[in-house]
């Protein structure tokens, strides 16, 4: 799958050496959760698209690339600030999870989106918060969804 870059990303990713930096921006967003949590990994806070982003430092490990398996990513953030911790303990169901990509000399253009991850199998401990972001399999759902029966579709029989 092919991605629009900005010039300038194009030119940072090419360039034998760059001053840009990549910037990862996480969004955690829930029905019980409001305001969504928003965390970069960045030493300072970024204002991308309106919102705060607070520097927060966390991990992501990126999935294999198999074709048996949905990708998964592991999530893994410093528990530095109850505020996640309390988040995870108080959710009845998994939170949606997008991920984006900006340049910090331009946090306003989002050079690539990861959006519809869950957050899943959450284990935390004194010094991070750890999960897994996985999409939803659909590749087990039945297809047609409906079957052709004389009480559904009368008229084929």
């Known amino acids: 799958m092919s991605r629009s870059l900005s010039s300038l990303a194009q030119q940072a990713i090419f360039a034998e050496s760059t001053g840009e930096v990549f910037l990862l921006l996480l969004t955690i967003s829930h029905a019980s959760l409001s305001p969504s ?3 970069v990994n960045n030493l300072q806070d970024i204002t991308s698209g309106g919102n705060l982003f607070l520097a927060f430092p966390f991990q992501i490990t990126l999935p294999q690339d198999r074709d048996d398996q949905p990708p998964k990513m592991k999530l893994s953030i410093d528990n530095v600030d109850r505020t996640i911790v309390t988040a995870v303990r108080t959710l009845t169901s998994p939170p949606t999870i ?3 990509v900006v ?3 331009q946090p306003n253009t989002i050079e690539a989106s990861f959006p519809g991850f869950t957050l899943r ?5 004194a010094l991070t918060v750890e999960g897994n972001l996985a999409l939803e399999d659909v590749s087990n759902e039945p297809y047609p969804k409906d079957s052709f029966i004389p009480s559904l579709a009368g008229g084929l029989f």
């Open 37 to 39: 949590i928003r965390v």
């Open 98 to 100: 997008t991920l984006d």
């Open 103 to 105: 340049l910090a000399s």
């Open 121 to 125: 199998n959450t284990t935390y401990d």
